[in-house]
């Protein structure tokens, strides 16, 4: 505090003192009482307020940008790239998601004819049923016919045979009755055991069949749960396509406003520096000593992107690191790296609006700003960026518009 009873602030003050004084009336001092202090503290508050509120609205909206900022800081050489990726893995995806489905195709028409099987087997458990079941009714008749027969002849055997004695005729007779009651007794033996084995065999089919049911009803199962293993991975695959084919339109769409985005860098770029300084003049050499040219200006299926796009320059073929030459006098006005795209490539500003690119280079060999010469070696030949193998894509620009290039090397 001063003498004057001001303290000062020199952030805040008056034009005059810069202090703002309490108590007296000084020339050149603000008048500031304790209520006009409280006053302030309210505004300086409300400020910070203010602040935090605008900093909590440009957090909502900036959130909305984060995957766009994401991709903002690639190429679209890149996003391409990762787009053909994510296309290559929808293939995939798409492809065992078909697999999948003739999969379960096949596991639903296994499980039908485990059904039928199952229900043939049952059709022929429920007939040996009853006919194991009129088995044991016959056997155990037979059985009790028989018992009952044998115990008639225990019980009342000395008599029967006497009586078969006494009541014979001749010896012949005798004979003939008592073969009679074997051959009785016999056939009861024989009837029993042909109904006990018949009804042994019964059982035994039953059992067999039984055994066949289970066996198809467990293998009917496993088939059951590998169907539904089928549709819970199908289901995931659905998911995963679904995910990728919106990411591939995320990709669609950062591609588009990144391609805009560099195509008026590039346009900007390929503007001659001086517009109103003349063309350099003289005659365009060729930029390698290759002259064979294998794509050339124009539409066409780009071969790593595999989609219809315009060619903006001629790609000659060539060999890796052999020097690449200066077509004409002029000045380096870009000397860059693209990781997709172009690769490495030099721009260079032949005046009149006159500018040459070369691109997917092993090396740069000039910077911006250098003043080259015709037939100056400025890189080497090389495969970077979106590039099949060592070659040179050549462009001539006329006020940032490419052009064919052809007509001015040849």
């Known amino acids: 505090m001063d003498s004057c009873g001001c303290i000062s602030y020199p952030w805040y003050g008056s034009r005059k003192c810069g202090k703002l004084c309490f108590n007296q009336k000084i020339p050149g001092c603000i008048m500031v ?104 009714e016959e056997c155990d008749a037979q059985e009790e016919n028989y018992f009952t027969r044998v115990k008639l002849m225990v019980e009342e055997g000395e008599t029967s045979y006497l009586e078969i004695i006494l009541d014979s005729e001749s010896f012949s007779d005798l004979f003939e009755r008592i073969e009679i009651v074997n051959a009785v007794a016999e056939y009861d033996q024989n009837l029993w055991n042909e109904l006990k084995a018949k009804r042994d065999e019964i059982k035994k089919n039953r059992d067999k069949l039984v055994k066949e049911k289970e066996k198809l009803e467990a293998m009917r199962n496993q088939e059951e749960a590998k169907k539904n293993a089928l549709e819970a991975k199908l289901q995931q695959n659905k998911e995963v396509t679904d995910k990728i084919i919106a990411e591939i339109a995320k990709l669609e769409e950062a591609f588009q406003k990144q391609r ?53 320059g001629v790609d000659i073929g060539g060999i890796m690191g052999e020097p690449i030459f200066a077509c004409n006098d002029g000045t380096v006005i870009l000397s860059s790296h693209n990781t997709g795209g172009y690769g490495n490539y030099i721009m260079i500003d032949h005046g009149g609006g006159v500018v040459t690119l070369y691109a997917h280079n092993s090396y740069n060999g000039v910077s911006v700003g250098q003043k080259v010469v015709r037939g100056q070696v400025i890189g080497k030949v090389g495969s970077t960026g979106a590039s099949t193998g060592p070659h040179l894509h050549f462009e001539v620009r006329i006020n940032g518009s490419p052009v064919n290039p052809l007509p001015y090397i040849q």
């Open 33 to 136: 009482d304790m209520k006009g202090m409280n006053y302030m503290q309210h505004v300086l508050w409300k400020r910070v307020f203010s602040w935090i509120a605008l900093i909590a609205f440009l957090g909502i909206i900036f959130g909305s940008v984060v995957m766009n900022y994401a991709y903002a800081e690639k190429s679209s050489g890149e996003i391409q790239k990762e787009k053909t990726e994510k296309e290559k893995e929808l293939t995939e995806t798409k492809s065992e998601t078909e697999k999948l489905a003739e999969d379960i195709k096949k596991s639903i028409a296994e499980l039908e004819a485990f059904g039928e099987e199952i229900g043939k087997k049952e059709n022929e458990i429920d007939i040996i049923e009853r006919d194991l079941k009129k088995a044991v």
């Open 260 to 312: 805009s985005i560099e195509e008026q860098a590039w346009s900007q770029a390929g503007k001659s520096t001086s517009q109103t300084a003349k063309f350099v003049g003289g005659k365009f050499v060729f930029p390698i000593n290759s002259r064979y040219v294998s794509s050339y200006f124009g539409y066409r299926i780009h071969p790593i992107y595999k989609t219809r796009r315009m060619h903006t």
